[in-house]
């Protein structure tokens, strides 16, 4: 059990930095749209990636240095990218900011932004196929439960931000609520996108 509660503690500290796609599950959890959907498929992400990193896939990240820059810039060009788009929706008449809005986002809309904030994002290669996957290496033949641990983390993380958002949306029944929202996660986007640029 060991191996099992070091790779819960030490993903669990690597995702709950907020980033793009934790700031797109609460939203999307206030809002009550398509919550299955993004949290599934955070989950089966991390899984993907996890598990890649506990079988060996980082050393390809070593191996081929040509990679960090194409991940670096792309993610953060879609980085920037979203948080512009969370400023735009700051600014936005009050009627498309309500929780129940008519203009709500497909669940095709809403699994792509889901999938592109996840595998666009390059921090997520760091902290998954390299970091942990060379924290289980050290693990021996218990890395699998470790990379389980890890996934364990995730998983708790993710449903309880997208089903405890729920809580919090009388607070976000005010387009005040959403505007305030909407114009911090585009704060934090653009730093993001600037610090991944400068990494």
Known sequence: MTAFVAGFALSLSLILAIG?????VLRQGIRRAHVG?????????????????????????????????????????FILGYG??????????????????????SAKGALM???ALTWLNPHVYLDTLILIGA???QYGADRWLFGWGALAASTVFF???????????PVF???????????????LMICLA???AMA
Do not use: H
């Open 37 to 77: 959907l993004v949290v599934a498929t955070c989950i089966l992400s991390e899984a993907v990636l996890i598990f890649s990193g506990v079988a060996g896939f980082g050393a390809l990240m070593e191996r081929v240095p040509a990679l960090e820059p194409i991940t670096r810039w792309g993610g953060a060009a």
């Open 173 to 187: 029944a005010k387009p005040s609520a959403w505007r305030v929202l909407d114009a911090g996660v585009g704060v």
């Open 84 to 105: 512009l788009l969370s400023l735009k929706r700051a600014f936005q008449a009050n009627d498309a900011l309500e929780a129940a809005s008519s203009q709500a986002q």
């Open 20 to 24: 793009a796609q934790n700031a797109f």
């Open 159 to 169: 449903v309880i931000l997208g089903y405890g958002a729920r809580g919090l949306q």
């Open 135 to 137: 924290v289980a290496a």
């Open 194 to 196: 600037v610090a991944v």
């Open 113 to 115: 932004t889901c999938l």
